[in-house]
């Protein structure tokens, strides 16, 4: 019995999600990165072609999470910057990102 | 350091939750820190790599722009990072205890 339903209604509630996140007050957009850095979903027009940069600062990241205390995870990476905050949210397989405005109404 | 500093040091770790402070300065060599030994040197290594990573691809994605604070939160903790010109300031709380 093939999947095909289930894949499809997977991918619209994860497209309804990011459409919900990307909505929110100063989102400046919402970005799912695979493994190697491919950009998979981007509501955010061109700006990040290749996150495989983004990728392995995060994998550092876990790194420092996990040298320190190897039965810890890294949960959230929060860079905030002169313009903008972007949290990275990593799972197994993928990378959220979401990017947001630091003047917020 | 000055007793502005040490003011402020004494401030961040009596905060609830707080477990540790460690500052850093530009060759990622610990000059202060509330922690032992290990501890500190390992935090030193890590976060230098980490603040310098981060530091690197935001402007990689705009020159304009430059990294003000990163935080990285886990399960068991969250390690704030607050990069300056000459130094790093590295807070370890609990966010639960907070």
New interface residues.
């Given amino acids: 019995m093939s999947n095909g339903k289930a894949d499809m209604s997977a991918v619209k509630e994860t497209a309804d999600i990011l459409e919900r996140i990307s909505q929110r007050d100063g989102t400046e957009g919402v970005v799912i990165v695979g493994d190697k850095g491919m950009v998979m979903h981007s509501t955010m027009e061109g700006s990040l072609k290749s996150a495989e940069n983004w990728v392995q600062m995060t994998r550092t990241a876990k790194h420092v999470v996990r040298e320190v205390d190897p039965t810890n995870d890294l949960s959230v990476l929060r860079i905030r910057t002169k313009k903008r905050e972007i949290l990275i949210t990593p799972d197994d397989k993928h990378m959220l990102m979401v990017f947001q405005t630091t003047d917020r109404k | 350091m000055s007793a502005e500093v040490e003011e402020t040091l004494k401030r961040i770790s009596g905060h609830k939750g707080v477990e540790g402070i460690v500052i850093l300065n530009k060759e990622g060599i610990a000059i202060k820190s509330t922690l032992d030994q290990t ?1 500190t040197t ?2 030193a290594g ?2 230098s ?2 603040a310098a ?2 530091s ?3 402007r ?3 020159p ?14 969250e ?1 704030m990072v607050a990069p300056d010109n000459d130094y790093l300031l590295v807070v370890i709380q609990n966010p639960t205890d907070a």
């Fill in positions: 501890a390992q935090y890590l976060i790599s980490i990573q981060a690197h691809v935001v990689e994605l705009d304009q722009d430059g990294l003000t604070f990163l935080r990285l939160r886990s399960k068991k903790h390690i």
